[in-house]
């Protein structure tokens, strides 16, 4: 069988989506995360928490962010997971932890890549503590396209002992 023909399944247990990406929905992240709109970060998890807070399992001991390159996070000026994620965390009342994922080493941006390349891209791109053993955590991200880089995430919460990992984007591509 062809390698592109293989499917991975995600490493994560479950994914929520609060929005399809599109419309109003991307206008108001490519303002956010290209235009510096760090005020969108409230709203954009409202609506997260909106839409997807009641589906979201009982158990969950944390809220984490997508780390990004430091090189990248310094150019933008934030992490748009992060600020996302720490008002998903306070709504939903659970802890944020950031130092719980890190990003080991830079990749190129996954916009720039097609879907079958995402994979390889960031994979081996991240690291976990250890604080993550024994936890259901869930991860945050913007934008959800492939699942690659929220699955690379998961793989590492895993290799350091998180029991479930499930994965929270504002908008999903369809």
């Given at each position: ?85 720490e ?24 916009s ?23 936890h ?39």
């Open positions: 069988m062809c390698p592109v023909c293989v499917v991975r399944a995600p490493a994560y247990d479950w994914a929520r989506a609060a929005a399809r990406y599109e419309g109003t929905a991307r206008e108001a992240l490519h303002a956010f995360k290209f235009e510096g709109r760090r005020a969108l970060a409230r709203p954009l998890a409202d609506l997260l928490v909106e839409q997807c807070g009641a589906a979201l399992p009982a158990d969950l001991a944390a809220v984490l962010p997508v780390p990004l390159a430091r090189e990248r996070e310094r150019a933008r000026g934030f992490n748009q997971a992060t600020l996302i994620g008002r998903v965390a306070r709504r939903l009342g659970l802890p944020f932890e950031r130092r719980w994922l890190v990003r080991v080493r830079a990749t190129v941006p996954q720039e890549l097609a879907a079958a390349d995402r994979s390889a891209n960031v994979r081996g791109a991240f690291g976990a503590s250890p604080e993550v053993r024994g259901h955590v869930a991860l945050v991200d913007d934008v959800m396209t492939t699942g690659a880089t929220l699955s690379e995430c998961a793989r590492a919460l895993r290799a350091a002992g998180a029991v479930r990992v499930g994965a929270l984007a504002v908008a999903r591509v369809i």
